[in-house]
């Protein structure tokens, strides 16, 4: 491995690294690693390809957080309208030099949450892949974020979210889900049970397509790959004890 670039980012050291034998390229915030992609801009982690296969549908897709821009650059080549939102400016200036990222894309210097609202446009899918270092899921996406993240989207738009988990006792991933599922969503969580420190992902659909939204994620569900478990968001029960919420019927 070498380092082909540093640079500064708002969260931290942003570093460029290349295999020099395989010739990918990995993009690393402090000591994170963001992306991991083909020099070309084909990402190498299974969580982006799965937020990738559940935006197919979308013509118009928004995403919040660029890192190496690679979900941008495979939904651009399908031919998607894409807009990328990023706080942090140098974001997309690496993702164009190292990872590929067409400059067709319009890309938008904002914080995401004050971005969502002030933008006025729906989109028929958005896909939210932000953090690094220090940053709380909690607090960033409280109800009111979420509200906005649902107030973007078509009646008919989806929506598929990124997070860190540290553990399973970590509730996050439900408290969140339930958010973006007060209105006229509903969501499902994608999870590697018993894994520390791993990505999850919530993905949200009209809740009035019941019928579609259970063939949907039963399909979807069988092509995320081994290790990964889908279920509805949990809610607390008598006594604080877990339980999931209506499995599947909404």
Known sequence: MKI??????????IAIWESEQTGDRFYREGEIFQSQSSASGESRFPYVKIME?????????????????????????Q?????????????????KRFFGLPKEILCIVADFREYLLAETRIFDGMAIDVG???????????????????????????????????????????????D????????????????????????????????????CMAK????????WALRRPRQPSHGNKPVVVDTCTS
């Open 53 to 77: 296969a559940f935006l197919s549908d979308a013509n118009s897709v928004l995403l919040l957080g660029c890192g190496g821009g690679n979900l941008a650059t495979m939904l651009a080549r």
């Open 132 to 178: 690094g270092p220090g940053f709380c899921f909690e607090e960033q996406f409280d109800p009111a974020t979420c509200q906005s993240i649902t107030a973007r989207l078509k009646p008919s738009g989806r929506a598929i979210l990124n997070m860190l988990v540290a553990t399973d006792f970590d509730a996050a991933p439900d408290m969140i889900g339930g």
């Open 220 to 227: 979807f569900s069988k092509t995320v790959g081994c290790g």
């Open 4 to 13: 082909i670039g540093k640079y500064k980012g708002r969260l931290g050291e």
């Open 180 to 215: 973006l599922s007060d209105g006229h969503m509903t969501s499902w969580i994608f999870d590697h049970p018993g894994r520390l420190n791993r990505n999850v992902l919530i993905a949200c659909l009209p809740r009035l397509r019941r019928a579609a939204n259970r063939r």
């Open 79 to 95: 031919g998607k309208s894409v807009t990328v939102v990023d706080h942090n400016p140098v974001s997309f200036d690496l993702a």
